[in-house]
């Protein structure tokens, strides 16, 4: 059964990891997507371990599900032919900056004018009408501007990048929103429309969510940040023999955990019952929860903390994760044969429709000739 998207045709003019995972995304849900590179193709397919030249693991990761052709945009002949694959198709992305969008003829304003029902998505680093317009922008520069490495100091560290592309990765989710919503206006109104995702107003959107926090009134209420989970007993909690993650979040499970425990003072303490109270004192009851699961080894508080219906969760490596008994029963991590790499590991989309399922029906294309 074919997906959701199925029959929608899209060009994607993106690089690196922010544009190709909204389309691979994309592609999953059933569209048909064509990936234009530069003579030598994407620069996202160096990095990382491979089989050949090329052909790199974080490519593979984020382009299966699309057909790829090389064009080079200095040359007229293949800026016309871009022009054309992009009058038959239902979406044009790129992520280039909008001044070499226009110097190639490629501007909203221009494509809409000939193709009015055409879906036109770029993804630049921040938005075209605010003086950094036309600043380059990539992952970690969009961690320091949104305020995403500086949250690391309010927890007591040096700032901090995620250990993943993060913002990359949100940004191509916000694309993929906003895609599928103008996709629903061309059907109920006939009209396509330029879409602007920039990197840096999406990270702070994202962030602003719970670390608006007292600025969100005026006059503030006090300052920004989500103390919960900026206190610095937030982490991973040391056991007798390791580490695991435990998360009790309501009075319940206070009260459960510290009665497991044998904190019966704590237990009973009034505030636990109290939502603001229980916030006021998030540092405290953080500290405690580490003093209780020191004393008994991982295996034993996961049973527990089951058993008593607090949240938790071993501590997992990436690597634990191929053989995780519930991602194997879901059948979440695939083996596939790739028609000139072999055999790969791969991940199953996360999404499920009921009706009109994604799939894999391609994998990462090859260096184009």
């Not at 995403?148 to 993929?176: C, H, M, N, Q």
């Amino acid at each position: 059964m074919p997906g959701p998207l199925d029959g929608i045709k899209i060009v994607d003019l993106t690089t690196v990891i922010a544009g190709p995972y909204a389309t691979q995304t994309l592609g999953d849900m059933g569209a048909d997507v064509l990936k234009v590179e530069p003579p030598g193709g994407d620069i996202m397919r160096a990095p990382g371990p491979a089989r050949s030249p090329g052909m790199g693991a974080a490519f593979l990761n984020c382009n299966r599900n699309k057909r790829s052709i090389a064009l080079d945009m200095k040359s007229a002949g293949d800026l016309a032919r871009l022009r054309e694959l992009v009058a038959d198709a239902d979406i044009f992305i790129h992520n280039m900056r909008m001044e070499a969008a226009r110097r190639n003829g490629l501007d909203p304003e221009t494509l809409l004018a000939r193709h009015p029902r055409l879906i036109y998505c770029a993804i630049v680093g921040f938005g075209q009408d605010g003086p950094y317009r036309d600043r380059p922008a990539y992952d970690d520069v969009i961690q320091a501007a949104s305020g995403w490495a500086a949250l690391a100091e309010r927890s007591g560290d040096a700032p901090a990048y995620a250990p993943t592309i993060v913002a990359d990765k949100t940004t191509a989710l916000f694309a993929v929103g906003a895609i599928n919503a103008a996709l629903y206006h061309r059907a109920v109104s006939g009209e396509g429309q330029a879409i602007e995702v920039p990197m840096f107003e999406a990270m702070v959107s994202f962030l602003a969510v719970e670390h608006l926090g007292g600025r969100s009134f005026e006059p503030a209420l006090g300052p920004s940040g989500y103390s919960r989970v900026l206190s610095q007993h937030r982490r991973p909690y040391r056991t007798a023999d390791g580490f695991i993650a435990a998360m009790p979040y309501t009075a319940a499970h206070w009260h459960a955990l510290f009665e497991a425990a044998g904190r019966e003072d704590w237990a009973t303490e009034p505030a636990l019952s109290d939502g603001a109270a229980r916030a006021a004192m998030i540092d405290t009851l953080y500290e405690r929860l580490a003093e209780c699961l020191l004393h008994r080894p991982s295996a034993e508080w996961l049973a527990i903390l089951d058993r008593i219906d607090v949240p938790c969760s071993a501590i997992n490596t990436l690597d634990d994760l191929l053989d995780d008994p519930h991602l194997k029963a879901t059948g979440f991590f695939e083996t596939v044969e790739h028609p000139e790499e072999g055999r790969l590991v791969t991940t199953k989309p996360p999404i499920r429709f009921s009706r009109t399922p994604c799939a894999i029906t391609k994998q990462a294309p090859s260096r184009p000739r």
